[in-house]
Every structure is written in C-alpha cells, then in structure tokens.
C-alpha cells in the first residue's frame, strides 16, 4: 500500500510529474509485468537496501544474480516470493504478473541454484 501512497505524495505534495518516475514509485515494491528500466531498477535498489536479519541471505542471493542481470536479480526475488506464497499474508497480483511476464520471457533459466 505505501508504495501507492508514496506515488500520490510524490505528486502531489512534491509536485513530479514525470509518469516514468511516478510509476516507478508507484511498483517499488511490487514489480509489474513489463516494468521499465527504471522501475527495475527503484525495485531492485528498494530491495536491496533491506538490513533486516531476515533478508540478509535474500539480499545476498539478488546482489549475486545482479552479477549477470537485472532480470536475473528481480526474477530471484519474485520466484523467492512464488515459492514462499503459501507462508504470506498476501502475493500480490501485481508481484505474481510479474513473476510470470519474466517467466514467460526466458528469465528463469538464470534462477540461481
């Protein structure tokens, strides 16, 4: 939900216009199929700015897949999600589309194992 809110302040208090920028905001936490560079990147970089003990081997794992892609890095972290879906309180819609759309788009050959 912040991730809409923080797209409305942005707008309207800080007054960006730029749609590439809003949206951006708008899927950090989520990702979406298709997302543009810059949305991969905002996701990746939220993402990987993450210090909690829980995240610290998740964070490790998409720094190593960065090595190789971007797509390879979003695509660990949403199969990260697919796979731990039944352990969370919600898979958005949004973050399984884009699971999905990477799918689909031959990303998942660089799963890490």
Sequence with gaps: MHQKVSAFIAEKVFNIKNRIILEAIGYHTTSRK??????????????????ADWSRKLVRE???????????????????????KE???????DSMEAYYYFKRNNVNEYILK
């Design 34 to 51: 298709n997302p543009s560079i810059t949305e991969i990147e905002v996701f990746l970089a939220d993402k990987l700015s993450w210090k």
């Design 87 to 93: 352990n969370l309180q919600l898979f958005h819609k």
């Design 62 to 84: 998409i720094r190593e897949a960065l090595k190789d892609s971007k797509e390879k890095a979003i695509f660990h972290y949403l199969s990260y999600l697919n796979s731990n």
